[in-house]
């Protein structure tokens, strides 16, 4: 799965870089920056059109893929819920427009493309939804041959558009990206959709809407407030600094998270079943150990690669970007922690420990906000990746300690 996964990152590499240095070239730091603006927006609606109960799905899907019965009882909490954040989006974006086009790129001239993810926002929830199916069932070949396709249509049309209409189509295609993947996915998950969901049979009851909000609850913390704070300090640095240092701040961003889709896709298809059949702290602890074995050593010699080619780095990818070069050092430091910690946390989604999952988010999104609105009146926009770094040390050493607490608890029960 490790190597299935490893050649569709590789190829989804070669061409993000493609489409970056073009974007480089066309836009500039600016238009960077506005497109690092829409995809934390469209982030940010992929969790909530769907009320964040991906991972929950993720996690029923697994248990109960021999059980029709509860899996429609999944997919009837699963479909109102998607049809309560679906309506909920749509007023939101359509009659708010101007304003959010104006809090995200200073300007109401790109009301048009809020009003279009407006329409998008039942497509975005489906999509959402069915890749929680693909992912909970462990269907990498299929998930492999559905990410890689819909990435290859997005990234044409990225490039179509932007040819076409610059900033404007760029900005268009990457708004209508979660429509293609939902295409995509049909087309080839199709007949096992079927299977599993008995689309005539969905209700309007929610029977396990007790056990997905919980969920719910924990995506608001990991992606709507994270999303929320990226905004934010993009639109912070375009103010206190320049356009110019938000855009190569967004440039790093988009270069960490190329490299750490791949250890998401882990998590998502590996990770979270794993843990949720684990019960015991020895096993958990053996399986932890294997996963670090495996994926630190993989993921820390290619960060030293990026590093020590940084210069390579910027000049192929974003030439002219030369402000970029003293972020790499903090960027990757951070996201190696980082890799360390989501690691640890998915044991939080694994056995829905809510409440620890919120308290160390809240720590996590919070230092982050501080730091970086501090350290920026120092350090410029590498004050960001400082606080970047800084926020994955201690948001570590918080995670450790909670699951090692959860499982010493779990013991003295027993």
């Not at 730091?29 to 995809?39: D, N």
């Amino acid at each position: 799965m490790t190597s299935l996964n490893a050649i569709v990152i590789g190829i989804r590499l070669v061409i993000s870089f493609f489409i970056q240095r073009l974007l480089a070239e066309m836009v500039g730091e600016a238009g960077i920056s506005k497109i690092g603006q829409l995809r934390n927006l469209s982030q940010l609606l992929t969790s909530v059109t769907s009320v964040g109960i991906f991972s929950g799905i993720v996690k029923y899907v697994s248990e109960y893929k021999e059980d029709k019965e509860q899996l429609q009882k999944l997919f009837s909490t699963a479909f109102v819920f998607s049809l309560l954040g679906s309506v909920i989006c749509f007023l939101l974006l359509f009659f708010a427009a101007d304003f959010i086009s104006d809090y995200l790129f200073l300007s109401t001239k790109y009301a048009y493309l809020i009003k279009l993810l407006a329409i998008l926002v039942p497509f975005i929830s489906m999509q959402r939804i069915f890749n929680g199916v693909v992912n909970g069932l462990s269907r990498y070949k299929k998930f492999a041959k559905i990410d890689l396709l819909g990435y290859l249509l997005s990234a044409t049309l990225t490039i179509l558009f932007l040819l076409k209409y610059n900033i404007d189509g760029a900005l268009v295609a990457i708004a209508i990206t979660p429509l293609i993947q939902l295409i995509i996915l049909l087309f080839i998950f199709s007949s096992v959709l079927k299977e599993y969901v008995q689309f005539s049979k969905l209700t309007l009851n929610t029977p396990m809407a007790k056990a997905l909000l919980a969920f719910s609850l924990m995506s608001f913390f990991s992606s709507v407030l994270l999303n929320y704070v990226e905004i934010d300090i993009r639109s912070m640095l375009a103010s206190e600094l320049s356009e110019t240092d938000a855009g190569l701040w967004t440039a790093m961003t988009f270069i960490s998270k190329n490299y750490m889709v791949f250890s998401g896709s882990i998590f998502t298809l590996y990770v979270l079943p794993r843990f949720a059949g684990i019960k015991t702290k020895k096993l958990f602890k053996n399986e932890l150990l294997s996963i670090y074995k495996t994926l630190l050593p993989i993921f820390g010699l290619g960060m030293l690669a990026v590093y020590f080619l940084r210069s390579y780095f910027v000049d192929f990818i974003y030439p002219g970007f030369d402000g970029m070069l003293p972020l790499f050092k903090w960027q990757l430091l951070g996201d190696f922690v980082r890799l360390a910690s989501l690691v640890l946390m998915h044991q939080f989604l694994a056995k829905k420990l809510v409440r620890s999952f919120i308290f160390s988010e809240i720590i996590s999104l919070g230092l982050f906000y501080l730091l970086a609105h501090y350290l920026v009146i120092q350090y410029g926009v590498e004050g960001v990746v400082i606080g970047h770094f800084i926020r994955y040390i201690v948001y570590f050493a918080v995670v450790l300690f909670l699951v090692v607490r959860y499982f010493n608890k779990q013991k003295a029960i027993s």
